[in-house]
Each structure stands twice: as C-alpha cells, then as structure tokens.
C-alpha cells in the first residue's frame, strides 16, 4: 500500500501496479512519470501503463479495480484482443490510467525485458517498474512524430532526459531502435539541441 504523503498520480501508480503483480502480469509505467525519473519532474493528470495483457487477465483484472475505478469490461476485453490501449478511471484520484497492452509488438517485448526497478519509498517498501531512459526517449519520439511534431511538451521531454542522462545512455541502443522505429532524424535534431541547449521545436 502507497503512503498517503505520495503525489496522486505515483500513488496510483503503486496501486495498479500491485494490482497488476497479484495477477502475475508484466508491466512498467511509462510516459510522464517515468520521462520524469530520467529528466526533469513535471506535474501529469493521468498515468501510462504498458502491460502484457492475455484474455484470461481481464476477468480478474476488472474484478480487482472495479471498487475504485471506473473500468469497461468489454473495451478492455477488445484492447487486449487488437493490442491496442484501454482507460480505466481511478474514481478517488479522478485520474485516468492509460494501459497499453503490449502484445507481440517487438519494442513492447523489449521494454518488459528491459524494465527497471525503482524503489519509491523505504518504509514502507514500495516499488515500481518503469521505462528505461532509452525507451522513454524513443516513445516520446514516436509520439511526437503521430501528434504532427507540435507538442512541446514531449519534446521538452526528450531533451531533459538526453541532457541528464548524457553518457549514461546506451546510445547503441537508442540508435538501433530509432532506426526500427523510424524515428532517426528527431533523435539526432534532439541529440543536437540538448548538446547546444536548444528548446526550439
């Protein structure tokens, strides 16, 4: 159980993601809350979740959320099916969780094999699985690429991680998956800003 002194969208968080463990699936949280692990903290209204969801999860998934949440049985059944994304809503946060269902999505495999374990408090003990550095670059990447390359945030993003991370990062690994991901060309613009301390989107 979170403590109640955590931000909501981290205590949600912890509270899917034990959720999640007591039905033996695999998950991480991403998108903001991960970008902010690696970059710079900001505020977020929602929480992003990749999970490798099978039919016989959803069942006992919906059964374990429904208390406090609002969830569509026949959405989450439809988006496990196509692997494609479902909202739940988190009734007491009024918060959304975006759970993306990983599939046989090669980059999705690769980002449950890669996961990293954060401890977010020690007493009691908490944890959460997030999105590596390299991977919250890459799907920022991508996201940025379908929304039309507008969003400043995303971008901001990117290049907080790029700039903090710096030699940390396995840029072989980045490279690599840019190139599947088709999205070489904004790595490199990105690499470049946040060497010269650029902002311009």
Known sequence: MAPASLPEPVAVAIAFAETLERLGIRYLIGGSLASSVHGEPRSTNDVDILADFAQEHVGPFVTAVQ??????????????????????????????????????????QERLRLREELQVTAEPATRLYIDTAEHSVLRKLEWYRRGGEVSERQWRDVLAILRIQA???????????ARELRVTDLLERARAEAVSGGTST
């Open 67 to 108: 208390p406090d949440c609002y969830v569509n049985p026949p959405a989450v059944r439809a988006a496990v099916r196509s692997s494609l994304h479902f909202n739940v809503i988190h009734m007491g946060a009024a918060m959304k969780v975006d759970v993306f269902v990983a599939g046989r999505d090669p980059f999705n």
């Open 167 to 177: 030699s940390r990062l396995d840029h072989g690994h980045l490279d690599a998956w």
